[in-house]
């Protein structure tokens, strides 16, 4: 079964740090970008960043640039996502989703991981 | 950076009626990077339609997509009791980047 499992979110201070893992299964991971997706809450859904299959390419929405950080182990199938210096307004929930070959729509979500920025 | 707008905002609708979604995009977004998703509450969202028109797997064909260059509309031919839920539009970009609508509400009337 295709699937992705998210970790990691939690309740973090402003100016605080934290570290998202999405743990991937059933399928070849190595060959899948990957991105990540979040959603405040009542709100809708925002591209954070994406990852190509081999790292060679990674992309970040502009409000995230040099605050997070997107990494992966293929050895692993895992995706990581380093948040830092967060803000209220990056409380969210957080998806990992593969990428569809070619047409760049997001076939497989994981459930999500919730951040709760406040102090 | 393209605008994906919405309407509307909420559709009320009862079973077994047709629903008629659409997203309209401040510039001309091209066929192939058009989706469409449904999100039910407390869920991760679902991919529908990629391409602007292509069924992804496993959904029922009461889903059809249709559209180019900024106007693109999402049919759901006869609403069933699951599919009350929030839709949302997304193209992909240059730069590259995933641009998603601010969501249509299909609720049951």
């Known amino acids: 079964e295709v699937q992705l499992v998210e970790s990691g979110g939690g309740l973090v201070k402003p100016g605080g740090s934290l570290r998202l893992s999405c743990a991937a299964s059933?399928?070849?991971?190595?060959?899948?970008?990957m991105n990540w997706v979040r959603q405040a809450p009542g709100k809708g859904l925002e591209w954070v960043s994406s990852?190509?299959?081999?790292?060679?390419?990674?992309f970040y929405a502009d409000s995230m640039k040099g605050r997070f950080t997107f990494s992966r182990d293929n050895a692993k199938n895992s995706l990581y996502l380093q948040m830092n210096s967060l803000r209220a307004e990056d409380t969210a929930v957080y998806y990992c989703?593969?990428?569809?070959?070619?047409?760049?729509?997001?076939?497989?979500w994981g459930r999500g991981t919730t951040v709760t920025v406040s102090s | 950076e393209i605008v994906l707008t919405q309407s509307p905002g909420t559709l009320s609708l009862s079973p077994g009626e047709r629903a008629t979604l659409s997203c309209r995009a401040s510039?001309?977004?091209?066929?192939?990077?058009l989706a469409w998703y449904q999100q039910k509450p407390g869920q991760a969202p679902r991919l529908l339609i990629y391409?602007?028109?292509s069924r992804a797997t496993g959904i029922p064909d009461r889903f059809s997509g249709s559209g180019s260059g900024t106007d693109f509309t999402l049919t759901i031919s006869r609403l069933e009791p699951e599919d009350f839920a929030v839709y949302y539009c997304?193209?992909?970009?240059?730069?590259?980047?995933?641009?998603f609508g601010q969501g249509t509400t299909v609720e049951i009337k």
């Open positions: 997304q193209q992909y970009g240059s730069s590259p980047t995933w641009t």
């Open positions: 990852i190509s299959g081999d790292s060679s390419y990674i």
């Open positions: 059933g399928f070849t991971f190595s060959t899948y970008s």
């Open positions: 989703a593969r990428v569809y070959w070619g047409v760049h729509a997001m076939d497989v």
């Open positions: 510039q001309s977004v091209s066929s192939s990077y």
């Open positions: 391409g602007a028109s």
